[in-house]
């Protein structure tokens, strides 16, 4: 019989240990890395409609304690579950929708198209209040000290009792111009002012309490498409306002008093980051400016207008007339990442809701997006 040295024996149990222990090899597919724009859920709003009259979407959702709410332009203001997107409400108002619902305490209330303005409990659908203001509600309401503020499309801005729905005052502004935009500026309200944009290219203050004229301002010397339809934005006691895709105007809210005009146009009111503002242009461009408006960086970010700009977890969502939305990154305002509406004559002409955690987006072609 053949004799296996020592060292040949210990070799040989070393190589039966080891393969007793030896995984299989299994290569590991690559996983791609999920988009940080990828939609929840998504709902077809379109009404049904004739070739060649393309129905357009306007309003805006609103996203309020774990329920999104938006109109659809068949008439019907509808209610869904933030998680999945289940219809909690659908009531039928005979209206399309041009602007935004707004939470107040335990109701939404919102314009139509007809010129009604209605309140509904937010849970239950159920009317609180519907009052006729005569002509198309163009924003959504501002909210403060027991009143709320609309302005219509006859360039008219109403306050109403918030919790009755009884008009309280109404100040019509006349408007000479046959070339508008038929948009509206939102109402903001600044102390004892309510501030608003019109369109006849000027800025003004009302009286809260009775809707007094306090002063005008002219913003441009154009004569046609003049329409200051964005909301005031205001920081530090100063008011930043603009003409649509006109320059900027840099006003002290209690004198009207212009205090500077930027060397850049922009088309929506802006967001703020830390001391600095960041504004959209019509051009697509992302400004960014110190509170002074004097420009710190500028980058081109799409060929499409800039619509809407909001924050959404550690970035801003920006959506544009090009039927995208961009992701920044909010440190450096480079884009992140980009999400494609899906349509050919898709936009965003609305403003997008956002929350901690969730982001709402309603297309012009009437498709609501909730990203999560």
């Not at 222990?21 to 996983?31: C, E, G, L, S």
């Not at 499309?153 to 019509?172: A, M, S």
Request: hydrophobic content about 40%; aromatic content about 10%.
């Amino acid at each position: 019989m053949k004799k296996y040295t020592l060292p040949l024996v210990l070799l040989f149990v070393v190589a039966l240990s080891s393969c007793s222990t030896m995984k299989q090899y299994a290569p590991k597919a690559d996983v791609a890395e999920k988009a940080k724009l990828t939609p929840s859920w998504i709902k077809n709003l379109d009404p049904v409609y004739d070739s060649g009259n393309l129905p357009i979407g306007l309003q805006s959702p609103l996203i309020n304690e774990g329920i999104v709410y938006a109109g659809h332009n068949t008439g019907y203001m509808q209610a869904y579950e933030l998680e999945n997107g289940r219809v909690i409400w659908s009531e039928f108002d005979g209206s399309a929708y041009h602007a935004g619902a707004i939470a107040y305490k335990d109701q939404v209330i919102y314009g139509t198209v007809q010129g009604r303005v209605i309140s509904r409990h937010g849970i239950l659908g159920t009317i609180k209040y519907s009052v006729d203001l005569g002509a198309s509600v163009e924003t959504k309401g501002v909210v403060y000290n027991g009143r709320i503020f609309f302005q219509l499309r006859n360039h008219q801005v109403f306050c109403l009792d918030v919790e009755t729905g009884k008009i309280i005052w109404g100040y019509k502004r006349s408007v000479p111009y046959l070339t508008t935009l038929q948009r509206a500026s939102t109402p903001v309200v600044y102390k004892d002012k309510v501030l608003v944009g019109f369109a006849d290219g000027t800025f003004a203050a009302l009286s809260v309490d009775e809707g007094v004229l306090l002063y005008e301002t002219k913003l441009t010397t154009a004569t046609k498409f003049v329409d200051v339809d964005n909301a005031a934005f205001i920081y530090a006691d100063r008011v930043y306002i603009s003409p649509a895709g006109g320059h900027l105007s840099l006003i002290d809210p209690n004198s009207g008093k212009i205090l500077r005009t930027s060397d850049f146009a922009t088309s929506r009111a802006p967001v703020l980051r830390d001391d600095q503002l960041i504004f959209g242009t019509p051009n697509g461009e992302i400004v960014l400016t110190d509170k002074n408006l004097n420009p710190l960086k500028t980058i081109k970010i799409s060929k499409g207008t800039i619509t809407s700009i909001v924050p959404y977890k550690t970035y801003f969502a920006v959506s544009t007339t090009a039927g995208e939305i961009k992701l920044l990154d909010q440190k450096s305002l480079e884009v992140v990442e980009t999400f494609s509406l899906g349509h050919a004559y898709s936009a965003v002409f609305g403003d997008m809701m956002s929350t901690p955690d969730a982001l709402a987006v309603l297309s012009s072609r009437n498709r609501l997006f909730i990203f999560r």
